[in-house]
């Protein structure tokens, strides 16, 4: 996989992750046409594209599309396949994703994108382990917010 975009129906860009190195031009650039592209087409039209050297696969799901751009020889139901099991674990984790969650929660859209996929590679194919990965770094997280709460001289010594 070379990329993936998650956009709303309005074209705005919600969540990016390139695989190849690119030049932020370059980047803004390919989403720009993409995403017009995408926007252009009718929902009954297929959701594979031919576009440029590469296959562009989609889906949308409620007001959200995922789009990803894999080589012209990679397998185009893999790759909805991938797609879906991220929703899946979005839904997972979030209990019913919205488009609302990945704007106020990208960081963790991008850590389940990330224990998912690796170089734009399935990393771990079981959503419990994904999941698992997830509730750990959260667990871990929490005990560091709390080791840096203040607290007050006497909590220190024990007096309250």
């Known amino acids: 996989m070379q990329f993936m975009l998650l956009f ?17 031009k370059e980047k803004k650039k390919i989403t720009r046409e993409l995403v017009q592209t995408v926007l252009a087409r009718k929902p009954k039209m297929c959701s594979f594209l031919e576009w440029r050297d590469l296959k562009i696969v989609y889906k949308r799901y409620a007001s959200l599309y995922f789009c990803c751009a894999i080589e012209d020889q990679d397998n185009e139901l893999i790759t909805l396949e991938i ?21 106020f929660n990208f960081e963790k859209a991008y850590f ?14 079981s959503k419990k382990n994904v999941l698992k990965a ?13 080791a840096e709460t203040p607290r007050s001289v006497l909590e220190e010594i024990g007096l309250t």
């Open 8 to 24: 709303s129906r309005q074209g705005k860009l919600r969540l990016q992750k390139w695989y190849v190195p690119l030049s932020d």
């Open 83 to 103: 797609i879906h099991r991220y929703v899946e674990l979005l839904d997972k984790y979030f209990g019913s994703v919205c488009e609302l969650d990945i704007i």
């Open 112 to 125: 389940i994108l990330d224990e998912f996929l690796l170089g734009g590679e399935v990393q771990e194919t």
């Open 134 to 146: 997830i509730e750990q770094a959260d667990l871990l997280q929490e005990d560091v917010k709390e």
